[in-house]
């Protein structure tokens, strides 16, 4: 087959190819530019989603924390991991209003600051469920304290909001509704021990609890921040039954 | 070979500025720029591998959470259409229907009268951790988990609950779901004598559940529960993915250009990644290790330290290197353990902090401990603080050192009857003395922090009065 060609006068040619070159320069400018602003997107997009992957593990971090300064009743420390506008409420106590209440409920009512000997109240944090918000500064935790103490057991749920300030993830409130607490004896056989409420001890709440709710062995489902990760469906209600012998008969 | 015409040269040659034109960049450029993008897609695929491992810990957290209050329908529905369960020996029951009255009724619910339990139901089922690995695909992945649970009927009834599953999961429509659970019992012990109490199973040991609710198919596998020693198979047998991030990083200098400033960009986004990315294999990692010991794999447990790591328990002393550390791991007893023997080492709490180049890492952990030997039971508390090293992009343990804070009689309780720290071993003498003396409850100590306070940013005060 024959290659077909072009013949032009040298002049002419060079003139054209200096033309194609000077538009092809700027025409390159300007799709190199692009393209290179789409990869900035594209990665920056990426970066986005990588701050939502280090995002659930700082913010489980400061979740986790709270286990360990409880354990030793670290109260300051304790009550550093708080926005200083943050809410505490835990049990049947009610609703303590800032970083400076979250230290009286917590030295006032809980006792005095460090470890003492023969005084175990390990508040160990299981299963922690992150999720943080499109926003990228508000978050939610659900997560279960198992508590090991000198009196027995312990298993709380936590419902926690979380906010970022200055870049830093901190709890902005913190709602600790009891589930089950017995003695070491017989376990939750018997004698499990009822919700706390705000006269039991001092310091008195700034707010009423939110909820009115008895613990095991009644029924109290705390509600789940987020929707069925499969369905993507909000939680259905209990069964109104739910708690009572007529339950499933 | 190809020699282009007289003729066709200029053609040629306006082909190839047209080819510049296209990209925009010629020579090193164009090669930088192929680099760059082949890199973001590198980045691609690992955000989201990583984002895998967080969804699907977030879907056996959710399921305990469920079955916790009796959802079990909504338990059910975190299985695909066609997932399986299998349950201990009893057989596997398959769709989402079969799933759903499985739980409902091991659990305690009602299948008329919707989400719920009734007065003085308890079955609290904590997941606790996994090891989650994703396929290379990331259509499908596996996990293990321990599940520990408090069950019951007041005044009827208390049992500890101890199981490993082992989960298969697939992604259909973008979403992760459950394709098939393999729930190993271990054991369900009354809280009166505790597992320690025990007697060994004999025959047909199917729950009552089975009797009346036979499953599909039969448990392709047949074993004994605790007092017998059961090794659940491994999903990640083989295989060091489960705890394999980026090797160490060193961000190269770039080029003052716009391309370079975009390649220092990825070169950022790829180190963050690169840390996210460790600390998941650093909590498959400390997971692993866990159920190394639970089984007594002391061998395998010791393969996951660095060839100088160190490993020091209690006031035991500490270990120098992985035929040493076997030695002293090996003093809880026999290479998979003997008969009746409990040694659970549950791994939860983890505070993992990787170094800026992602060459080192140091992390927090609580352990509880359930053990039994010769009908004897115990509970143990402690933490971890512990060091860890990038090997070549495999992270390994340089430093494993468990604090206890507690021992104590099963049937007594800690309260009651605490028992104090072994002193080291003189079978298998350390290679150093304890790095710090102290005694366990009911004395207390704040165990050093690897970390300051994570939002003062203030190291800790030290807190006693």
Redesign the interface.
């Known amino acids: 087959m024959r290659?077909p060609?072009?013949?032009?006068p040298g002049p002419l040619?060079r003139l054209l190819?200096a033309a194609?070159?000077a538009s092809?320069a700027a025409?390159?400018?300007?799709?190199?530019?692009t393209?290179?602003q789409n990869?900035?997107r594209?990665?920056?997009g990426?970066?986005d989603?990588?701050?939502r992957?280090?995002d659930?593990?700082?913010v489980?971090?400061?979740q986790?924390?709270y286990?360990?300064y409880v354990d030793?009743?670290?109260?300051?420390?304790l009550a550093?991991?708080?926005a200083q506008d943050a809410t505490l409420e835990i049990g049947g106590k009610g609703v303590f209003l800032g970083r400076a209440r979250v230290f009286e409920y917590m030295h006032i009512g809980l006792g005095?600051?460090?470890?003492?000997?023969?005084?175990?109240i390990?508040h160990?944090?299981?299963?922690?469920?992150p999720t943080i918000n499109p926003d990228g500064v508000t978050a939610h935790v659900?997560c279960?304290a198992?508590v090991?103490s000198?009196g027995?057991?312990g298993?709380n749920y936590y419902e926690d909001e979380f906010v970022k300030v200055n870049g830093?993830?901190?709890f902005k409130k913190l709602h600790g509704p009891f589930?089950?607490y017995a003695g070491?004896?017989?376990?939750?056989?018997?004698n499990?021990i009822l919700n706390t409420y705000p006269e039991k001890w001092p310091p008195w709440p700034d707010l009423p609890p939110t909820v009115i709710y008895l613990t095991?062995?009644?029924?109290y489902?705390e509600p789940?921040h987020?929707p069925?990760?499969?369905?993507g469906k909000p939680?259905?209600?209990?069964?109104p039954?739910?708690?009572?012998?007529?339950?499933?008969r | 070979m190809f020699r282009p015409s007289k003729a066709a040269a200029p053609a040629l040659g306006l082909l190839l500025g047209l080819a510049v034109c296209v990209s925009g960049f010629a020579g090193n450029d164009a090669a930088r720029l192929a680099m760059l993008k082949s890199r973001i897609q590198g980045i691609a695929a690992e955000t989201a591998y990583v984002e895998a491992i967080t969804k699907i810990q977030r879907l056996g957290r959710a399921f305990g959470y469920y079955t916790d209050k009796g959802y079990f329908g909504e338990a059910a529905d975190l299985f695909a259409d066609d997932g399986t369960f299998q349950w201990g020996v009893d057989g596997v029951y398959k769709g989402k229907a079969r799933i759903r009255e499985l739980l409902t009724r091991h659990g305690g619910g009602s299948m008329k009268d919707g989400p719920g339990l009734p007065f003085g139901r308890l079955n609290l089922r904590m997941q606790l951790q996994p090891v989650v690995t994703v396929a290379a695909d990331g259509r499908s992945a596996h996990a293990r988990w321990r599940e520990w649970g408090l069950l019951g009927q007041y005044k009827q009834w208390a049992d500890w609950g101890d199981a490993v599953i082992e989960d298969d999961y697939v992604k259909e429509n973008d979403v992760w779901k459950i394709a098939a659970r393999r729930y190993y019992l271990n054991f369900e012990a009354p809280y009166q004598g505790g597992w320690a109490a025990l007697k060994p199973v004999s025959g047909d040991w199917r729950s009552a559940v089975a009797r009346d609710f036979p499953a599909d198919a039969p448990a392709p596998v047949q074993y004994q529960p605790f007092p017998a020693v059961y090794l659940p198979p491994y999903d990640y047998a083989g295989t060091l993915r489960a705890i394999q991030s980026r090797p160490p990083i060193v961000p190269p200098r770039r080029p003052d250009d716009a391309l370079g400033r975009l390649e220092a960009l990825a070169d950022a986004k790829e180190l963050q990644l690169a840390r996210a990315h460790s600390v998941r294999a650093l909590e498959n990692l400390q997971a692993m290790y866990g159920y190394y010991i639970d089984k007594g794999q002391w061998k395998q447990a010791a393969s996951l330290f660095s060839h100088d790591g160190t490993y020091e328990f209690g006031q035991g002393g500490v270990y120098v290197g992985n035929a040493h550390i076997e030695r002293a791991l090996s003093l809880m007893g026999p290479q998979g353990l003997e008969a009746g023997q409990l040694n659970n080492y549950v791994m939860v709490q983890p505070i993992i902090n990787v170094s800026d180049d992602n060459r080192t890492a140091k992390a927090r952990w609580r352990s509880d401990v359930q053990l039994a030997r010769a009908g004897q039971g115990r509970w143990g508390g402690g933490v971890y603080e512990n060091e860890y090293v990038n090997d070549k992009g495999t992270w390994k343990f340089s430093k494993l050192h468990y604090y206890v804070t507690f021992w104590g009689d099963y049937d007594q309780g800690w309260v009651a009857k605490p028992f104090a720290m072994d002193p080291p071993s003189t079978a298998v003498p350390p290679d150093r003395p304890p790095t710090q003396v102290y005694q366990s409850f009911p004395k207390l100590q704040i165990v050093p922090y690897h970390y300051n306070n994570p939002v003062s940013g203030k190291p800790d005060p030290g807190e006693y009065e």
């Open positions: 290659t060609s072009i013949h032009l040619r190819i194609l070159a092809c025409v390159a400018h300007a799709q190199g530019a393209e290179l990869l900035e594209e990665l920056n990426l970066g989603r990588i701050q992957l280090q659930l593990t700082d489980e971090i400061v986790d924390s286990g360990y030793k009743a670290q109260w300051h420390n550093d991991l708080f005095k600051l460090g470890p003492h000997d023969g005084s175990l390990d160990q944090q299981f299963q922690c469920l659900r279960i198992f090991m000198s027995g057991w298993h830093v993830w901190q589930n089950m070491y004896k017989v376990g939750w056989l018997d499990t095991y062995p009644n029924y489902i789940f987020y069925n990760p499969v369905t939680m259905p209600p209990p069964s039954r739910a708690g009572g012998e007529a339950f499933g």
